[in-house]
């Protein structure tokens, strides 16, 4: 084993060309900054719908091709389930309504997708192991998601034996993901908590201090529509706690349907999409330009532009003029601090001056 | 002393042949400050013979070096401890609250353990000292290179970034002066921590990070079968540090995760991970806890902070100090 080092420049780097798979909502999106190549993602609930719902979506978003948030890959589930009281492997049928809702071939998503199974503790960890090693030979694989990844805790014989393993199953995932690139996420359920109190997820404190991003996710049902609420737990840079609400329509409490997002949902992902770009990164390096790009966006965000801003994703001439309108805008901020700070200069000499003449 | 304490290379020990020394750079001690600061244990490991010649070459090589001048004496005064304390610098963490708590910032020479529940502020307080120990001497910085070993995949240069230009600094510079070393299991861990002595020369570190000691031996030894022999390991991990903290005049800032004791019925039923070990190891000990926007430190151990408490906030500007205090209820 060799000792390689890099430099926090080449980290940036490396880390700017990662790919980033969508969760199909655009607020989860926002909300987790996208599930990135290498890191884990822990999502818990007290409710298995969501959750079931959400792994299934983002295994279809997996085979999408790059330009609409995928992977363009391979993807392996592995389904933790006790066989005699919940459901066995993955659910057809909803996945085929999920490829079909992002258009997709519903036969191309079951080919690129391993499904495996685990019904006890032990099963669990031998095929993790050899669920490693597929990972390891097919360079394929860009996500692995796991459902319900600390079930056996709970329904176990021995719970501090299933604890013991699902320490050494995050450990042998996390070492596989982040050396091949893929994405880990997995799901778990909620514990109970007291009022006013934040459930945790089920399995422990080295599994909530391994996950780089934890979300919390609670359904409610009102009136006529349902909710999702999701709260961001744990991320390497973002504030934490902080939620979002995902509407869904009732009797259907998915994360699948399909919904037209609001113009500012739309605007702040193109935003988004504009800050991540290398172009743009690059541009928005120095203070100065970040503070021009700021306050850019703050004009942008008026009537007028905002009804030219609906018409669609900017080409490659609207990206040119609004690089060339920062590296304005910061131009005229430096030439306007430095009139002030000349006009200062002038007002005390002239106060000066009439000192004198007094 | 640390710019040439390398330079002595292993042939300059009487009863070192071009035999011993190549089995020797093959079982990766390369100098004789590698030599000087081994265990006796890994040395007979290496070469194959008894513990007893293992110490002789261990004894030989220390001379040696003490004979140059390259290393402390094994008796010293006092008075000249506490001269060379004087000479010790610290890193600002930030938050002038924590660096009162710490009397001054992060100390050279001594390893600084921070330990908390997850989202308490242990990344971001290594991420902050990546920007902190390039500052000038006279800000609170130590004008060096920081190498960041990260075990748990949570370094973010973004992050760094954010710091930097909050501070007014190039952040291109403060980039190149950070230096990554990704760690995949404990092996590698003990690997490079072995050879680490080469990078703090190579790169003229200043601080070293390692986020977190115990993630993967905690991974990897499963069970109480394993436990005596993780924390041994763990032991000639922490002891090395320290070790390299003392020769090179670097600060070495760990972090540790906890774990929930179940059997405690009132109190704060998290501990820190790692036992005893890692307790005895480290020369101070800092609890990091959440208290809403805000984070308490407090100081577990240390020989010679009183035991005491603040408070400092995590913002996009790194470590700072609270902006607003608390309202008091009425």
Known sequence: MEITMQTATEALKENRGKLKLTTGQGDLDSLIGGIKQGDFYLFYSSNQKILDHLLHRILVNCILPIEQGGFDSKALYFNTCNYHQGKTLLNPSNLATIAKSARIDPKIVFQNIYAISAFNERQQITTTKEAAELVKKDEDVKLVAIHNLTRFIKTSRTPSKARQIVKQIIGIWKRVTSKRGAALVATCSASRAGRG??????????????????????????????????????????????????????ESVTLTGHMTPSFRQQFQKLIEELKESSAFQNTLISREHKKAFDLLLKDAWSAEDVAMANSGIPCVMDALNLMANVHNKKCVEELRQKLQELESVLKENLEKKEEESI | MSETVLEVGLDNIKGIGPKITQKLIDGGIDSVLGLAVALPKEIEEILGGKEESASKLIMSARKQLESQGLLGKEFV???????????MKRITTGSNKLDDLLLGGIETQSITEFFGDFGSGKTQICHTLCVTCQLPLGQGGLEGVTIYVDTEGTFRPERLVQIAESKGLDADEILKNVVLCKVYNSSHLELIVRGLSRFIEKYNAKLLIVDSIISLHRAE??????????QQRLNRLVHRLLRLAEIFNIAVVVTNQVQSKPDTFFGDPTRPAGGNVIAHACTYRIYLKKSGPQRIATIVDSPCHPYSDTRFQVTE??????????????
Request: hydrophobic letters at 35%.
């Open chain 2, 317 to 330: 500007n790194g470590v700072e100090d609270i902006s607003s205090p608390l309202k008091k209820k009425a």
């Open chain 1, 197 to 250: 109190r934040m459930p945790k997820p089920v399995g422990g404190t080295y599994l909530r201090h391994e996950a780089n991003v934890v979300v919390l996710l609670m359904g409610a049902t009102k009136g006529e529509s349902s909710s999702v609420k999701a709260t961001l737990v744990k991320h390497p840079y973002k504030k934490t706690p902080q939620s979002i609400v995902l509407y869904v329509p009732k």
């Open chain 2, 221 to 230: 030894f499963i069970g109480r079968g394993t436990l005596a022999n993780r």
């Open chain 2, 77 to 87: 005064l006092a008075s000249e401890v506490l001269q060379k304390r004087k000479n």
